[in-house]
């Protein structure tokens, strides 16, 4: 999965962005590998209403976000390890009936 310079805004923090505070345009990229499927996984509570269906596998994830003052930017994708990776789909709340 590739994503290249995604317009977001950059709230600062997360207290900030619920109290929708003030903001500066950014925008953010994404390289994402997953191979394999190691496990799949059904996930299931009618008491709490959520129902998942995943696949456990590994991936690895190269990214960058760049506001007008800073840039970030994490090392190549294929230096990245997984410790966990997980894709699916899931129903909650009333999205679950």
């Known amino acids: ?13 997360i207290p900030n962005f619920l109290n929708a505070g003030p903001s500066v345009p950014a925008d ?12 799949r996984i ?6 709490k209403k959520f129902d ?8 690895t994830m190269g990214w960058s976000a760049r506001t007008k003052d800073f840039k970030f930017e994490s090392d190549p994708a294929h230096t990245s390890t997984t410790v966990f ?5 899931e129903r909650n709340g009333v999205f679950f009936s």
């Open 85 to 89: 990776a997980a894709f699916g789909r």
């Open 1 to 13: 999965m590739n994503l290249t310079d995604v317009d977001v805004r950059d709230f600062q923090s």
């Open 42 to 47: 059904h996930l299931h509570d009618n008491q």
């Open 52 to 59: 998942a269906q995943l696949i456990v596998d590994t991936a």
């Open 28 to 39: 953010v990229s994404f390289h994402i590998l997953w191979s394999g499927v190691k496990q």
